[in-house]
Nanobody, 123 residues
């Protein structure tokens, strides 16, 4: 059973930074994608970033390219989302998710989800 636990959310002012962490367990297959999604109040959950575990290929939504960086730490089974130059429109609950295939970026490809961590950016 896959378990994902996010941490690192909080409140920051515009222009600030946060690093989200996702500790996971139960992933027994060798090729999978770890992703971050976010859901703002009243909006659909949207893709933010993903990393393919086999070769560290990364994928980003256009809205976060150049500001957010996804990375991993194999020894700790942890994936990170470094968020810089945050803006009020980045305010959302951020979710970590896993997909049983490489290169996944679509929400329906991800079968396991964490409980989410809230990020609030004030202007």
């Amino acid at each position: 059973q896959v378990q994902l636990v996010e941490s690192g959310g909080g409140s920051v002012q515009a222009g600030g930074s946060l690093r989200l962490s996702c500790a996971f367990s139960g992933l027994t297959f060798s090729s999978y994608t770890m992703g971050w999604f976010r859901q703002a109040p009243g909006k659909e959950r949207e893709f933010v970033a993903a990393i393919w575990w086999s070769d560290t290929s990364t994928y980003y939504a256009d809205s976060v390219k150049g500001r957010f960086t996804i990375s991993r730490e194999n020894a700790k089974n942890t994936v990170y989302l470094q968020m810089n130059n945050l803006a009020p429109e980045d305010t959302a609950v951020y979710y970590c998710a896993s997909a049983r295939r490489p290169g996944a970026t679509i929400k329906t490809d991800f079968g396991s989800w964490g409980q989410g961590t809230r990020v609030t950016v004030s202007s």
